[in-house]
């Protein structure tokens, strides 16, 4: 009996829904092309090859973001800054790490002196701007959507001006690593973005933040009369999105060896509030799950790989992530998660004997 | 009397500045906005000849990326009474109004790189602009004519055809080449077509998978050398070696793209050159001699560079770019 009262929870669960679709998306590729969840590992490199490493290493960026994107959500906010931020990072980043200066001037000789500046200035960086978002909302008063708005314009053209509107290039061995590496022969990518959402799952669920940010987005008023620092908790939270969209930036600009204001991270807030929405996280703030929104991320990029895989005409390809996109989250909708759950109720009772 | 002749003089100093002014010639160009080392190499290119031009003034407004900031700046260049406008399109539509009122000033127009959809209901002095078509029929040329020297002419290869933004002029017209181009090599099969949205991260990511699903890839056409570039990680990532296993044309030849030929991770890259400095300054020349202008598309002289050079590809012989890599600006 009390497996069955679990099921229907289970039905009612978003995650749960979430889940359903990428195995429903995975096994389309299955049927279509078995050698789809072929897996190797490749001898050069050592590390794991195969479509499934790909569809989790390339959905890191997003992850990474959407991690702190899951906060801001259940908060009640938004933040559009995010996709700038990842240029800001990778073009402070390449700054130092441009061959073209005069000290790197022969290509091959990429030494960075203090290599840390190359990766703590762009995170700090984030950080702050994530800090400024936070200042905008808490002290401002200003509505989330509207404060990041700001960065989300002139966060690209502080990138600009940070390499003269330049591209740099850069063959730094230990940049290249970040994402061209492998642990245990998983791509370094997978193993940050596992990092990245067990701190912060201990960081919201171990201790009693996750909490307060449920408190600060269902109710302002009431989580200040009830003796939290709503500010405080509003500080927090984008300083580590800023932070998560700086990291993100990082692996997007070492995957290429080089800063690309005007496409990194382009699209990225829009992925990441789709990641959080199809992890079952409300946008009127409230309740919220980790979990969730990775595996929403790594829908959206199973989704972009079955295009790439399968060759879909580049014509077709937005109408075709719509589709399937618009499939999941009326799956997921109230109305239709509420009869299925409720057909799984009456079959129980049906076996029970419970419904005439 | 005496006012009489400060006025006289006042006026003469008021008229030897007019003729003064009148001798100067003052260009306008606007551009619109720094979106990479491309579009950097070309502001730079006509600001240093135009700008550098005796008895020439140079202004020169970036508009950001912003449509209406190029028309604020077209109507800005008007009311300053500026000789002549040099002007690159952000998009295609919307130009109509605004460059009928240049036209009405009578103020010679010149049109630079991405040009307006109203070209045949405007008047202008000149246009200068790439050639995608001819680019893309090159890339597959330039493929077609090294595996003949590789002895490979006969054989079977498979090409893979990594597009640009879907739309895009450059992606158009580019695809329209390649395809042509490969009717006149039967030995060239295509056996993928996508998007990798000119950027180094999407053709990382799109080779990666193509990798996967395709077994066999010859060649890899690549729409520009950006996403050339992102591949060569992936094709490394797989365990290929880029530039032999897999023959790479790319597009634009940027000097990252060079140094990759040099390296011997990339086969060749066609040029779309952003250096339409010299051009532009002959053609300024040529307006002020009373020249008669030309409605005619005129397409820079632009090389095609790869790693031995001396292959020819219809019109054009190869460079090799090892030769000529430090003489490249962007």
């Known amino acids: 009996m009390k497996k069955k009262i679990d099921l229907t929870q289970l039905l009612r669960s978003k995650v749960t829904w979430a889940i359903v679709a990428e195995i429903l998306v995975l096994l389309v590729c299955l049927i279509a092309r078995p050698d789809f969840f072929s897996l190797k590992i490749q001898e050069d490199t050592g590390m794991l090859y195969g479509n499934i490493i790909d569809i989790l290493n390339r959905s890191s960026e997003i992850t990474i973001i959407a991690m702190g994107m899951t906060l801001v959500i259940a908060l009640g906010g938004t933040d559009l800054s995010v996709g700038a931020l990842v240029a800001v990072s990778g073009a402070i980043a390449l700054k130092f790490m441009r061959w073209d200066v005069a000290e790197y001037i022969t290509p091959g000789d990429y030494s960075v002196k203090p290599y840390a500046l190359a990766l703590l200035v762009p995170l700090g960086v984030c950080t702050l701007m994530g800090l400024f978002n936070g200042f905008l909302i808490a ?47 998983i791509p370094m990518p997978i193993i940050i973005t596992a990092v990245v959402i067990l701190l912060m799952w201990l960081f919201v669920r171990k201790t009693a933040f996750g909490t307060f940010v ?98 879909i005409a580049s014509e077709a390809t937005m109408a075709f992530k719509a589709m399937i996109i618009a499939v999941v989250i009326v799956l997921q909708s109230e109305p239709v998660s509420n009869y299925l759950s409720k057909r799984a109720r009456n079959r129980a009772k049906l076996a029970t004997g419970g419904v005439k | 009397m005496k006012k009489l002749v400060a006025l006289v003089l006042a006026l003469l100093m008021a008229l030897s500045c007019c003729v003064a002014l009148a001798d100067d010639v003052t260009v306008a160009f ?68 605004v460059l009928k009122e240049i036209n009405d000033e009578e103020i ?14 405007i008047e202008y002095y000149a246009a200068f602009g790439g050639d995608f078509v001819e680019e893309g029929r090159r890339q597959v040329a330039w493929a ?14 498979s090409v893979a ?60 056409i690549a729409q520009n050398d950006d996403m050339a570039l992102g591949a060569i990680e992936a094709i490394k990532a797989a365990g290929l070696v880029p530039g032999k296993d897999i023959i790479i044309v790319g597009c634009d030849s940027v000097k990252a793209a060079f140094q990759a030929i040099v390296d011997g991770e990339m086969n060749a890259t066609i040029e779309c050159t952003p250096l339409y400095g010299p051009a532009v300054v002959q053609c300024i020349e040529n307006l002020l001699s009373g020249v008669p202008g030309s409605k005619e598309l005129q397409h820079p002289d632009e090389g095609v560079y790869d790693m031995d050079g001396g292959i020819d590809v219809g019109g054009v012989v190869s460079i090799k770019a090892g030769d000529v890599i430090d003489e490249r600006v962007y």
């Open chain 2, 108 to 121: 010679p127009l010149i049109l630079v790189d991405r040009m307006p959809d109203c070209m045949d209901k």
């Open chain 1, 139 to 185: 002290k401002g008063g200003m509505q989330p959507i509207i404060a990041t708005l700001i960065l989300m314009v002139c966060g690209r053209g502080i990138a600009q001006i940070t390499t003269d509107g330049r591209q740099f290039t850069t063959k730094f061995t230990p940049f290249y690593r970040i994402a061209n590496s492998s642990f245990l022969a």
């Open chain 2, 144 to 157: 077609g004519e090294y595996l003949k020297t590789l002895g490979r002419g006969e054989e079977e290869v």
């Open chain 1, 214 to 311: 449920e408190a600060v987005g269902i109710n302002r008023n009431a989580s200040r009369l009830s003796g939290i620092n709503a500010q405080m908790v509003i500080f927090i939270v984008f300083a580590i999105t800023g932070l998560l969209s700086g990291v993100s930036g990082l692996i997007y600009s070492s995957r290429i060896m080089s800063n690309d204001s005007n496409n990194a991270g382009l699209n990225f807030e829009m992925d990441a509030i789709l990641a959080v929405v199809i992890g079952g996280t409300s946008m009127t703030g409230g309740k919220f799950s980790l979990v969730g929104t990775a595996i929403g991320s790594i829908i959206i990029r199973t989704i972009v790989t079955l295009v790439y895989y399968f060759g």
């Open chain 2, 30 to 97: 606007s551009q619109i906005g720094q979106e990479s080392d491309w579009r950097t190499a070309n502001t730079d290119s006509i600001g240093k000849w135009v700008g550098e031009h005796e008895g020439w003034i140079y202004t020169y407004d970036d508009a950001q990326q912003k449509q209406e900031n190029q028309i604020k700046a077209l109507r800005n260049f008007i009311t300053q009474g500026v000789d002549v406008i040099v002007l690159t399109c952000i998009v295609d539509s919307g130009w109509e109004e």
């Open chain 2, 161 to 220: 055809i990594m597009e640009g933004t879907t739309g895009s002029g450059a992606q158009v017209g580019r695809t329209e080449g390649n395809l042509a181009a490969m009717e006149a090599y039967p030995n060239m099969k295509l056996v993928a077509q996508q998007s990798g949205n000119f950027t180094r991260a999407e053709g990382q990511a799109l080779m990666e998978s193509w990798l996967k699903s395709i077994d066999k890839i010859d060649v890899l």
